[in-house]
């Protein structure tokens, strides 16, 4: 069993900062692949920045410049840190993480999603 938590989300006002933390666990063998997407109301979910095991980054257009990924392979952790926030960024935000477990596998996994309001 492989669990993915969500932490960081909040209330914050347009130019502001915050920092989301996902943090995997259970019976791993190895991450892969690990990302941040976000579904705003009404719209699809979208990719917002991904990072390999090795550490190659990949970002949204969208996001350039004001969105950090970084990650902690040692705790299973992955870090997205947001700054010059606007209200369009406003969304519910979700990590991924591809997973292979102990069992052997590998197998995609979703946190629950954490909410980030920006206001104007």
């Known amino acids: 069993q492989v669990q993915v938590v969500e932490s960081g989300g909040g209330l914050v006002q347009a130019g502001g900062s915050l920092r989301l933390s996902c943090a995997a666990s259970?019976?791993?063998?190895?991450?892969?692949?690990m990302a941040w997407y976000r579904q705003a109301p009404g719209k699809q979910r979208e990719l917002v920045a991904s990072i390999t095991g090795g550490g190659v980054i990949n970002y949204a257009d969208s996001t350039q410049g004001r969105l950090t990924i970084s990650r902690d392979n040692a705790n299973n952790t992955v870090y997205l840190q947001m700054n010059s926030l606007k209200p369009e960024d406003t969304a519910v935000y979700y990590c991924?993480?591809?997973?292979?477990?102990?069992?052997?596998?590998?197998?995609?996994?979703w946190g629950q999603g954490t909410q980030v309001t920006v206001s104007s």
């Open positions: 259970g019976t791993i063998s190895n991450i892969h692949n």
């Open positions: 991924y993480a591809e997973v292979t477990t102990r069992w052997g596998g590998r197998y995609a996994y």
